[in-house]
Structure formats: structure tokens, C-alpha cells
Nanobody, 122 residues
Framework: QVQLVESGGGLVQSGGSLRLSCAAS????????MGWFRQAPGKEREFVAS????????DYTDSVKGRFAISRDNGKNMANLQMNSLKPEDTAVYYC???????????????WGQGTQVTVSS
């Protein structure tokens, strides 16, 4: 079965950095766009970044442009999110998603990981 496992979350001070990873199995990884979404307490899940199947195209929500960088390694079935200059408002559970149809809106056909907590202290 398809499995996505996120790692790399944690507690960091404002201005710090974290690198999230998503290990995928059970799917043809290079056929899927990969996305990162986040959900803060009391808020809806929101789009953060996505990358096309071969990595030629990237998309970011405005609030993370210039601070976050999404990448993928199709040989290792991995997607990563490098997060720099973190702010307290970046605090959330971060989820990776494998999307056959790349979208900023979660789709019922997407595959999701279990999430990893990122907490940024001021």
C-alpha cells in the first residue's frame, strides 16, 4: 500500500531552520507531484509548496516564498522542504502529499503522510 512518512519536525527558535523529509513507498513516485501542506490549531489545512513529478516546476504560497525550498529525489523516493528564517506563524503540523493532479487544494485521491510537528518559538 502507499505510505508517506514525514520526518524532521521539531522545536526551533524564530529565525532558525528545519529540513523536512517525506519518504514514499508503494507508488510510482516519479509519476506524482509532491506537495507540502500545513495545519495550525483551529485552522484549515493550507498549501505550502509543491513540485512537479520531475522537479521542473515549483510553486509556493506567498508567505513562504524566499524562505522555503521544496526539492525531490526520484531515485530515493524522497521529497524535502528546507525551511529557513522560520517565524512563529509557521508553527503547524506539516503534511506531505502525493498528487496525481497537482493542486493547491487537497483532493480525495491524494495520498497523505501522518504529519510532523513544527514549532517556532519567538
Amino acid at each position: 500500500q502507499v505510505q508517506l512518512v514525514e520526518s524532521g519536525g521539531g522545536l526551533v527558535q524564530s529565525g532558525g531552520s528545519l529540513r523536512l523529509s517525506c519518504a514514499a513507498s508503494g507508488l510510482t513516485f516519479s509519476s506524482y507531484s509532491m506537495g507540502w501542506f500545513r495545519q495550525a490549531p483551529g485552522k484549515e489545512r493550507e498549501f505550502v509548496a509543491s513540485i512537479s513529478p520531475r522537479g521542473f516546476s515549483r510553486d509556493y504560497t506567498d508567505s513562504v516564498k524566499g524562505r522555503f525550498a521544496i526539492s525531490r529525489d526520484n531515485g530515493k523516493n524522497m521529497a524535502n522542504l528546507q525551511m529557513n528564517s522560520l517565524k512563529p506563524e509557521d508553527t503547524a503540523v506539516y503534511y506531505c502529499a502525493a498528487q496525481m493532479v497537482r493542486s493547491r487544494t487537497p483532493n480525495v485521491n491524494d495520498y497523505w503522510g501522518q504529519g510532523t510537528q513544527v514549532t517556532v518559538s519567538s
